[in-house]
């Protein structure tokens, strides 16, 4: 009976059992991983090496310039700084692993290619001079620190940017939980195209012709209340407090009660044919803004104050407010003219 189970369920050879990316073992040397410890190494050797003069013999001797990365203005910063601010961020992530995990939208070994990847343009920039002036007059201006810290940033992007496809370095990076993305690390939102704007009527000059506000004034075409925010209701023949209007007064002059903003019935007043291009008062049935010829609102009209009409285009209003400023009031529907 004993055989039977035996046969029945057979030992497995756990050695050969395959095991997710998660439940693997990754060993390194004590909390690090074998690249972060070889990253660490290549940055150690460049942050000593960058203290030694990057100038060479023959331009110290000539006084061309002179000393390390460190005393030359701000070259330290991406040279060597931005790198070793990048080993210290992976080395305080594996002592605290809720510490600091990201550099803006950029995780620590994102950063740290960057780092790397941007120190390695820099030397290599400063290499391409080296030759290029070699080349010209015959002296080198920089010495062996140029060529060793060129050659270990390019070493820390291979640990970097390429680890993830280098197998002995790879381990690093499968297996690792998913966490939510940073904003900014997200992909990307399609983008739309925007709709079309309304059509706007023909661009005219809309600027006040002084002459036509001049004789406007001079007929009585249209007149203003002084300091008041609002226009009167307009109205012509007799006056709302019951004295007949004198002769030399515009027969559209504005005039009002005190409890109504109404315009005087229309039966009262002498027939006119109206012109498109005579100013009347006009009543917003609510409040609607008047734009200038690039559609931005410049003022608003409303119910509770008449608004001056210069010139009446079909579609929109040409209006203008008592401080002078004159724009389109586009929505013209149910307005009450005066």
């Known amino acids: 009976m004993t055989d039977e189970r035996a046969n029945e369920y057979p030992e497995v050879d756990e050695s050969v ?61 991406l040279t060597i700084g931005v790198p070793t601010v990048a080993v210290f961020l992976i080395v305080l992530r594996r002592f605290s692993p809720d510490g600091i995990r990201r550099v803006g939208s950029l995780g620590i070994d994102q950063f740290a290619s960057v780092a ?32 060793v810290e060129f050659f270990l940033m390019l070493a820390g992007v291979v640990l970097t940017v390429a680890a993830p496809f280098i197998p002995v370095f790879a381990e690093d990076f499968t297996g690792r939980r998913e966490i ?4 900014n690390a997200r992909p990307i939102r399609p983008v739309s195209a925007r709709p079309p704007r309304p059509a706007r009527p023909a661009e ?29 209701v307009p109205a012509y023949g007799d006056q709302s407090y019951g004295e007949s209007a004198p002769a030399e007064q515009n027969a559209w ?29 006009a009543l917003s049935p609510e409040e609607r803004d008047v734009v200038d010829e690039r559609g931005v609102p410049i003022f608003r009209v409303g119910p509770s104050a008449w608004a001056l009409v210069l010139e009446d285009r079909g579609e929109a209003f040409v209006v203008r407010h008592e401080d002078g400023r004159v724009g389109y009031l586009h929505d013209v529907s149910g307005v009450t003219r005066g």
Do not use: K
Request: proline share 5%; glycine share 6%.
């Open 17 to 77: 059992v395959e095991t997710t990316p998660e439940e693997r073992q990754q060993y390194g040397v004590g909390p690090f991983s074998v690249r972060e410890v070889a990253l660490a190494g290549v940055w150690l050797v460049a942050f000593v090496v960058s203290f030694f003069s990057v100038a060479s013999q023959q331009a110290m001797a000539q006084l061309l310039f002179g000393g390390s990365v460190w005393t030359n203005g701000l070259d330290w910063i």
């Open 204 to 232: 005219e000059d809309t600027r006040p012709d002084t002459a036509a506000d001049t004789a406007a004034l001079a007929t009585g075409a249209y007149a203003q209340t002084g300091q008041s925010d609002t226009y009167p």
């Open 180 to 183: 939510v993305a940073h904003r």
């Open 253 to 281: 002059a504005p005039a009002h009660t005190r409890d109504t903003f109404e315009p005087v019935d229309a039966a009262e007043a002498e027939p006119q044919e109206p012109s498109s291009h005579q100013a009347f008062w």
């Open 116 to 147: 790397f990847s941007v120190s390695a343009v820099v030397w290599l920039t400063l290499l391409w001079r080296n030759v290029a002036v070699a080349i010209e007059t015959g002296v080198w201006i920089y010495g062996w620190v140029v060529w």
